[in-house]
């Protein structure tokens, strides 16, 4: 996966997407809440590689989601 800025506002769409594929309690969704909701680039850091270890179909799933 490519080096990607994501805005906030993104994260959070991707938070949203995650808890219907993973559930609200699985850490990446937190982790991505927390780093919509700071925007700091520790949490943002966190929450990418959190993201990255996703299983590729999940990955791909709340891409597909939030795709425009």
């Not at 993104?10 to 850490?27: D, N, S, Y």
């Not at 982790?31 to 993201?51: M, P, Q, V, W, Y």
């Not at 990255?52 to 791909?60: A, E, F, S, V, W």
């Amino acid at each position: 996966m490519a080096e990607t800025a994501i805005d906030r506002a993104t994260m959070a769409r991707l938070a949203k997407a995650l808890v219907f594929i993973c559930g609200a309690t699985h850490p990446t969704t937190v982790a991505l809440k927390t780093a919509a909701d700071s925007g700091s680039e520790r949490d943002i850091k966190a929450a990418r590689a959190l993201f990255l270890k996703l299983k590729p179909g999940d990955r791909q799933a709340a891409l597909a989601m939030i795709a425009d």
